[in-house]
């Protein structure tokens, strides 16, 4: 697994995407196409953010959640108008607002740890040439090199019998209805956090892009992240200096054409 070059996300659409791998963290949203992010990455961006200010890197910027701060159980969030182009046309799975919400808490540590431990273990057959390297474990689709493998033919190739045990599998869909459950009123993108900012990693701060300024989160173990998937939430990410940074990326849809079932145990 190499370092890679900067590359940003492109701003979301309220049209859905399809199942294919991405290096995006930001997808259409109800039925989940969870996947698991390992980044090599290496920047510096200013951030901003106009919610309940509690952290500065500089006289233009501030930090919704910061990587040293827990929030509490009631959660915290940033409402934003929400897009002209954000229209569902599936009859009640409209959004209920338009916005950011973070929370920590909802995952615990213990759950986080054995994540990650699923994430090395599939990962560890192969790894992006640049950005990041994914893991899909719906389609079974894994970096390598500049293009996709099957993790599944790849752990056969390599005579192991049970890459993704059962208690892996049951894990990865209880925590992924959890957050669906939490968040169930409105269309969106769910992000979280396996690792933390400043003490497993440096960079790999996520950002919120406005006209003047970057509205950032910091990732933190066990932080979700959600927001709805409209271009009111362009965004990227700042490449990771140092260390390797960890998340799942859990994007929902109301169309079912772009559905995709769970990982079978």
């Not at 500089?58 to 509490?72: E, R």
């Not at 890459?163 to 939490?182: A, G, M």
Request: hydrophobic content about 35%; proline content about 6%; overall charge neutral.
């Amino acid at each position: 697994m190499g370092k890679s070059s900067t590359k940003r996300d492109p701003q979301p659409s309220a049209a859905p995407s399809t199942s294919s791998p991405t290096n995006n963290e930001s997808v259409p949203v109800v039925n989940s196409l969870g996947r698991i992010i390992v980044t090599f990455i290496i920047a510096a961006v200013a951030i901003y953010y106009r919610l309940q200010p509690i952290w500065r890197d500089d006289p233009n910027s501030m930090v919704l959640a910061a990587w040293n701060q827990t929030i509490g159980t009631s959660g915290r969030q940033q409402q934003q108008p929400c897009s002209p182009n954000h229209k569902i046309v599936f009859s009640g799975c409209e959004p209920a607002w338009c916005g950011r919400f973070l929370i920590d808490r909802l995952v615990t540590p213990a759950e986080v740890d054995h994540l990650i431990r699923i994430a090395e273990k599939g990962m560890a057959l192969g790894g992006g040439a640049g950005g990041a390297t994914i893991l899909d474990l719906h389609s079974g689709a894994l970096s390598m090199g500049t293009k996709f493998a099957n993790v599944r033919v790849l752990a056969e190739n390599n005579n192991i019998k049970e890459l993704f045990s059962y208690e892996d599998l049951k894990l990865y869909r209880t925590v992924k209805n959890r957050i669906q459950e939490q968040y169930d009123a409105f269309h969106y993108t769910a992000l979280l956090y396996l690792n933390t900012y400043q003490t497993h990693f440096k960079g790999g701060r996520f950002m919120f892009d406005t006209p003047n300024f970057n509205h950032t989160v910091h990732p933190r173990a066990g932080r979700v992240s959600v927001f709805t998937s409209g271009t009111e939430n362009p965004h990227h990410v700042e490449r990771v200096e140092e260390g390797v940074r960890y998340a799942i990326t859990i994007p929902f849809t109301c169309n079912p054409d772009y559905a995709i079932s769970d990982p079978e145990y």
